[in-house]
């Protein structure tokens, strides 16, 4: 069966930076496009970052822009999320995401998705 596993979450201070995994298993991970999505307390789930299945296209949201960078590593089956110079607003638990066909920004469009890990950052 697909499994998406997150992983790298934790307290930082503000300006810290975090590296987020999510390994797969169950799928051909190269026919797959790869996203993060993050959930803040009280609030819906919103689109992070995506790479498309042979890596040549990333999409950002505004909000993290210049400061987020998604990856993905064939040889390991496993997707990554640079996070640098994190704000308190980034604070919200990251889920992988992963889509064989049409994606998008809307949480609709993605076929799998990971537990979630957390990221807190202290001010």
């Known amino acids: 069966q697909v499994q998406l596993v997150d992983s790298g979450g934790g307290l930082v201070q503000a300006g810290d930076s975090l590296i987020l995994s999510c390994a797969t298993s169950g799928l051909t991970f190269s026919n797959y496009a790869m996203g993060w999505f993050r959930q803040a307390p009280e609030k819906e789930r919103e689109f992070v970052a995506s790479i498309s299945w042979g890596g040549s296209n990333t999409y950002y949201a505004d909000s993290v822009k210049g400061r987020f960078t998604i990856s993905r590593d064939g040889a390991k089956n496993t997707s990554f999320l640079r996070m640098n110079s994190l704000k308190p607003e980034d604070t919200a638990v990251y889920y992988c995401?992963?889509?064989?066909?049409?994606?998008?920004?809307?949480?609709?469009?993605?076929?799998?998705w990971g537990q979630g890990t957390q990221v807190t950052v202290s001010s």
């Open positions: 995401a992963a889509a064989r066909k049409r994606y998008s920004t809307q949480t609709t469009s993605w076929d799998y």
